[in-house]
C-alpha cells in the first residue's frame, strides 16, 4: 500500500505521540523472541512470544532468572562466552543452543545477541533475539539420514559390482587358461585388463567418502601398476613415468578415461618395445586454463607404422579408444616425434 504525503505525515505524528507504545507493538507482532537481561544476564524483560517458547503464562516466571537457567547444561559454557562476547561490543549471530521450557522440555533455537548502551556508551542491558529452528533441525536431521542411507546403498552399490566384475574376471581366467590358441587366449586377457580397469573405479568408490567422485590420480597409479604388472617380468625393462596432479574425477569420466589409458598403456607393452628393447611410457593428466581436461599417453619406443591412420584404423582397441573419446565428447591427435604419444582434449 502506497501513502501518499499527508498520511505519511499522519503516521509520524502517531508513532512520535506513541511511540512507546508502538514498538511494543513492533516487538509483540514479531514472530522472533526478544529477551532484555542486565549484564549479570538477569533477564529484565521478555516479549509475549517468549513466553510462547518457554510454555509460561506470565512474564513474571522469567524476570529475574539467569538466563542460564533455561539453557541446557552442555550448551552453558558457550553462552556465557558468546554474552562476553557481546559485553565487550561484539554482535553475536547465529548461535544455536538447545533450551529449557517450563515443563523442562526442550527447543533449539538460534540467537542473536547485542549491547545496548547509554549515550555516553556506558554498557546498560543486552539484547537476545530468539528463533525457534527445532523444526528445521528436525528435517536437517532427516535430510542428513536419508543421504547417509543413499550414501550406504551406493557404496553397498559399487561394493557388488566391484564383486561381480571380479567373478567376471575369474571365468575370464579360467577360460583362457583352458584354451591352447595363444591369439583367443590374448583376446580373454585383453577383456580382463578392460574389466579390472572398472573394477578398480568400483573398488575406490566402495571406500570413498564422496561417492559422485573418485581420486582420478590415484586410481592412475594403480591402474598402471596393475597393466604393467600383467603384462610380467619381460617389461621391467619399461620404465612408468607419471605425472598426475591430485584430483577427481566423476565415475562416469572416470570409467572412460580409465579405458582409454588400458588400451593405449597395453597397446604401448605390446608393441613399442620389441625384442628387449628397453624405454618408458608415460601418463599425464591435468586441467587446461580453459577449464578442460587434457590427458597425455607417451612412448619411446619404435613409433608407429607410416600408413597408421588413427581415423580409419581397424584394430579393436584404436577403435575402442575413438568410441570413448567420442563419448566425452573429446579430441583426440596423435604425435610421432620420437615414439608416439596420444593427446586426449574434452
Same mark, same amino acid.
Given at each position: 500500500?502506497?501513502?501518499?504525503? *499527508?498520511?505519511?505525515? =499522519?503516521?509520524?505524528?502517531?508513532?512520535?505521540?506513541?511511540?512507546?507504545?508502538?514498538?511494543?507493538?513492533?516487538?509483540?507482532?514479531?514472530?522472533?523472541?526478544?529477551?532484555?537481561?542486565? %549484564?549479570?544476564?538477569?533477564?529484565?524483560?521478555?516479549?509475549?512470544?517468549?513466553?510462547?517458547?518457554?510454555?509460561?503464562?506470565?512474564?513474571?516466571?522469567?524476570?529475574?532468572?539467569?538466563?542460564?537457567?533455561?539453557?541446557? *547444561?552442555?550448551?552453558?559454557?558457550?553462552?556465557?562466552?558468546?554474552?562476553?562476547?557481546?559485553?565487550?561490543?561484539?554482535?553475536?549471530?547465529?548461535?544455536?543452543?538447545?533450551?529449557?521450557?517450563?515443563?523442562?522440555?526442550?527447543?533449539?533455537? *538460534?540467537?542473536?545477541? &547485542?549491547?545496548?548502551?547509554?549515550?555516553? #556508551?556506558?554498557?546498560? &542491558?543486552?539484547?537476545?533475539?530468539?528463533?525457534?529452528? !527445532?523444526? %528445521?533441525? *528436525?528435517?536437517?536431521?532427516?535430510?542428513?539420514?536419508?543421504?547417509?542411507?543413499?550414501? &550406504? %546403498?551406493?557404496?553397498?552399490?559399487?561394493?557388488?559390482?566391484?564383486?561381480?566384475?571380479?567373478?567376471?574376471?575369474?571365468?575370464?581366467?579360467?577360460?583362457?587358461?583352458?584354451?591352447?590358441?595363444?591369439?583367443?587366449?590374448?583376446?580373454?586377457?585383453?577383456?580382463?585388463?578392460?574389466?579390472?580397469?572398472?573394477?578398480?573405479?568400483?573398488?575406490?568408490?566402495?571406500?570413498?567418502?564422496?561417492?559422485?567422485?573418485?581420486?582420478?590420480?590415484?586410481?592412475?597409479?594403480?591402474?598402471?601398476?596393475?597393466?604393467?604388472?600383467?603384462?610380467?617380468?619381460?617389461?621391467?625393462?619399461?620404465?612408468?613415468?607419471? &605425472?598426475?596432479?591430485?584430483?577427481?574425477?566423476?565415475?562416469?569420466?572416470?570409467?572412460?578415461?580409465?579405458?582409454?589409458?588400458?588400451?593405449?598403456? !597395453?597397446?604401448?607393452?605390446?608393441?613399442?618395445?620389441?625384442?628387449?628393447?628397453?624405454?618408458?611410457?608415460?601418463?599425464?593428466?591435468?586441467?587446461?586454463?580453459? #577449464?578442460?581436461?587434457?590427458?597425455?599417453?607417451?612412448?619411446?619406443?619404435?613409433?608407429? #607404422?607410416?600408413?597408421?591412420?588413427? =581415423?580409419?584404423?581397424?584394430?579393436?582397441?584404436?577403435?575402442?579408444?575413438? =568410441?570413448?573419446?567420442?563419448?566425452?565428447?573429446?579430441?583426440?591427435?596423435?604425435?610421432?616425434?620420437?615414439?608416439?604419444?596420444?593427446?586426449?582434449?574434452?
Amino acid at each position: 500500500m502506497n501513502l501518499n504525503e *499527508e498520511e505519511k505525515f =499522519a503516521l509520524k505524528e502517531e508513532m512520535d505521540m506513541n511511540s512507546g507504545n508502538f514498538f511494543r507493538k513492533l516487538i509483540e507482532s514479531s514472530p522472533d523472541a526478544l529477551i532484555i537481561t542486565d %549484564l549479570e544476564r538477569r533477564i529484565i524483560f521478555v516479549s509475549q512470544r517468549t513466553l510462547f517458547l518457554f510454555s509460561c503464562e506470565k512474564q513474571e516466571e522469567l524476570i529475574g532468572r539467569n538466563i542460564l537457567d533455561f539453557v541446557k *547444561e552442555e550448551d552453558r559454557p558457550r553462552t556465557v562466552e558468546d554474552f562476553k562476547k557481546a559485553l565487550q561490543g561484539e554482535l553475536v549471530l547465529n548461535s544455536e543452543y538447545t533450551f529449557l521450557k517450563k515443563n523442562r522440555t526442550t527447543f533449539k533455537g *538460534e540467537v542473536a545477541i &547485542a549491547l545496548t548502551t547509554e549515550s555516553g #556508551g556506558k554498557p546498560m &542491558a543486552l539484547n537476545m533475539v530468539l528463533r525457534d529452528i !527445532s523444526r %528445521l533441525k *528436525e528435517k536437517e536431521e532427516e535430510i542428513k539420514r536419508l543421504l547417509e542411507e543413499k550414501d &550406504a %546403498l551406493l557404496r553397498e552399490g559399487h561394493h557388488r559390482m566391484k564383486n561381480n566384475m571380479q567373478v567376471i574376471l575369474s571365468l575370464l581366467g579360467l577360460q583362457a587358461g583352458k584354451t591352447k590358441n595363444e591369439k583367443i587366449r590374448e583376446v580373454f586377457r585383453a577383456i580382463q585388463r578392460r574389466v579390472k580397469s572398472m573394477v578398480l573405479i568400483h573398488e575406490k568408490l566402495s571406500h570413498s567418502k564422496d561417492m559422485s567422485k573418485i581420486d582420478f590420480s590415484d586410481y592412475l597409479r594403480r591402474l598402471a601398476a596393475y597393466l604393467f604388472s600383467a603384462y610380467g617380468k619381460e617389461k621391467s625393462r619399461v620404465k612408468m613415468e607419471l &605425472a598426475v596432479n591430485e584430483f577427481s574425477l566423476d565415475i562416469d569420466r572416470a570409467i572412460l578415461c580409465g579405458l582409454i589409458v588400458n588400451e593405449l598403456v !597395453s597397446n604401448s607393452l605390446k608393441y613399442a618395445f620389441p625384442n628387449g628393447k628397453g624405454g618408458a611410457i608415460s601418463i599425464q593428466m591435468s586441467e587446461e586454463l580453459d #577449464g578442460r581436461w587434457r590427458l597425455v599417453v607417451r612412448d619411446n619406443g619404435v613409433g608407429l #607404422g607410416r600408413d597408421f591412420d588413427v =581415423a580409419n584404423e581397424e584394430t579393436l582397441g584404436m577403435q575402442l579408444v575413438m =568410441a570413448l573419446v567420442k563419448q566425452l565428447n573429446g579430441h583426440l591427435e596423435v604425435r610421432r616425434e620420437e615414439g608416439t604419444e596420444f593427446i586426449i582434449t574434452f
